[in-house]
């Protein structure tokens, strides 16, 4: 248990549609990042907060977004969900911001978009 | 823009021989090159890690070697056991103080015959 927390585990919507993906960091992280893992692909980096600030940006499409709360948890917003969009989304958290911090993976939220 | 290649896609190899997995990056800033394991349905788990200042980093049966001139570094597990199937992914990563890009390899599938 790395002790990073996602909720939910899976999740099944319709095309078009709106969701939202939760993610808890370790105990004392301050940075939180997002990847996108299709079937079979590899990891996609999606986007970095660190401390409640937008600090690096990957290959996010403009239907998503994320923030970070006060209390250090982020969220994933997907919206007008395409069939593509099904995939393993996965948070990360390290204890700093610059890429030198391990990154501790959640479990994952596997979305399935009908 | 950045890229990280990674071969093979699928290796197999018998038990308690080597297996050497290798990526090259592209931005030359790249100063972090963690490598990341993940089982079947589980999620990604740091196993090794290099900073760009070390040429060779040991851990027990695991090894990793970076030539920053090349633009590469590998993966090197010997005496393979077959805990060691899963999917291995070298990453390249560009540290700020203040931000973090971490770029993934598509991912090497290793199998391990009995």
Redesign the interface.
Known sequence: DSGVTQTPKHLITATGQRVTLRCSPRSGDLSVYWYQQSLDQGLQFLIQYYNGEERAKGNILERFSAQQFPDLHSELNLSSLELGDSALYFCASSVASGALSEQYFGPGTRLTVT | GENVEQHPSTLSVQEGDSAVIKCTYSDSAS??F?W?KQELG?????II?I?SNVGEKKDQRIAVTLNKTAKHFSLHITETQPEDSAVY?C?A???????????????TRLSIRP
């Open positions: 100063n972090y963690p990341y589980k999620r990604p788990q740091l890690d900073r992914f990453a990563s560009i540290g700020y103080s203040s931000a973090s890009k971490i770029i993934f390899g598509s991912g």
